[in-house]
């Protein structure tokens, strides 16, 4: 199996509350869509400072992430983005990467969406199971 990406939204969460207040307008709403690699063993969310600056996310914490080549590293944690894929939405924090690295589709927004990777067609794909809507397990 080679690499998966997909095709989401990226949406300051904050600016949907303030949209659905009329304190701004919907074309106020901060969109970042992007092409983004799936990554199942990242457990986060993580975009690149470019990313969090165009949506203007505010910092929550500072967390520590170990990187694919090893490195342990401290990063902002920002919240709360809205990410959407297809008829799928979450509300979640995300790490942010230094500089300009590619940003990753963890496992934990997966989950919280219902979502699987395909494995023949390499793609995210809604589960077939719950086509029009996300189950999660609670137990």
Known sequence: MGLVYAD?????????????????GEDEIKRY???????TGSYMLAI?????EQLQLPV????KAQLANGHVVECDVVSPVELRFKNRRTVCSAMVLPGDCEPLLGAIPLEEMDVL?????????VNPEHPYFAQLKMK
């Open 60 to 63: 929550m914490e500072k967390k």
């Open 117 to 125: 990777i395909h494995p023949l067609r390499n793609e995210l794909i």
């Open 48 to 52: 690149n400072e470019t990313i969090q």
């Open 8 to 24: 989401i939204e990226l949406i300051n969460a904050e600016d949907l509350g303030l949209a659905r207040r009329n304190i701004i």
């Open 33 to 39: 869509p992007l092409n983004i690699l799936v990554d």
